[in-house]
T-cell receptor, first 113, second 111 residues
Framework: DTAVSQTPKYLVTQMGNDKSIKCEQNLGHDTMYWYKQDSKKFLKIMFSYNNKELIINETVPNRFSPKSPDKAHLNLHINSLELGDSAVYFC????????????FGPGTRLTVT | GESVGLHLPTLSVQEGDNSIINCAYSNSASDYFIWYKQESGKGPQFIIDIRSNMDKRQGQRVTVLLNKTVKHLSLQIAATQPGDSAVYFC??????????FGPGTRLSVLP
């Protein structure tokens, strides 16, 4: 009964490839997020969606495109992968856009070679 | 962009002692603050939160203090246990317009 799940857990790919990471939450939350955590553990928000609508879109290369088919899913597609994209990507969800704790998935470790 | 906290420090404490983890936040408009714990290989997990109209909140073995005057947040863990070993992050929420995480503090509990 995982609350926030991500697939895959590990992703190893070559530069220039296109890949997707999927996220699903079964908490009934309205808001979902994508974060990137670098090798120094720094966590930075990339996107947030509320009821399938984009709310936060931080300064992220447009090679990254989130897609929310419904409010329980927020997928992240990355085009033309670069070495600097290597990181752990976390999906999270919360009941609303502000003033709520966020529930994080287990993370997807992306390695670009 | 904005940053919260300092470069990732490490705090080592003896088992049974109290731990204090500090965080400096940058946006005086932030209204909600959260502490998360991240164990190795896992996602961050909520510990405790505090809203800007409070200066102290207590949970089970944890206390968060908020000093808005100097934009400082602290997490106190009482009777630290080996299971408390993890990276701890403070995070600030500016009315849902932005979420900023601190760089984290690694807590090591010594036997």
């Amino acid at each position: 009964d995982t609350a926030v799940s991500q697939t895959p857990k590990y992703l190893v790919t070559q530069m220039g490839n296109d890949k997707s990471i999927k996220c699903e939450q079964n908490l009934g939350h309205d808001t979902m997020y994508w974060y990137k955590q670098d090798s120094k553990k720094f966590l930075k928000i990339m996107f947030s969606y509320n009821n399938k609508e984009l709310i936060i879109n931080e300064t992220v290369p447009n090679r990254f495109s989130p897609k929310s088919p419904d409010k329980a899913h927020l997928n992240l597609h990355i085009n033309s992968l670069e070495l600097g994209d290597s990181a752990v990507y976390f999906c999270a969800s919360s009941p609303g856009t502000s003033g709520y704790e966020q529930y994080f998935g287990p993370g997807t470790r992306l390695t670009v070679t | 962009g904005e940053s919260v906290g300092l470069h990732l420090p490490t705090l080592s404490v003896q088992e049974g002692d109290n731990s204090i983890i500090n965080c400096a936040y940058s946006n005086s408009a932030s209204d909600y603050f959260i502490w998360y714990k991240q164990e190795s290989g896992k996602g961050p997990q909520f510990i405790i939160d505090i809203r800007s109209n409070m200066d102290k909140r207590q949970g089970q073995r944890v206390t968060v203090l908020l000093n808005k005057t100097v934009k400082h947040l602290s997490l106190q863990i009482a009777a630290t246990q080996p299971g408390d070993s993890a990276v701890y992050f403070c995070a600030e929420d500016n009315y849902g317009q932005n979420f900023v995480f601190g760089p984290g503090t690694r807590l090591s509990v010594l036997p």
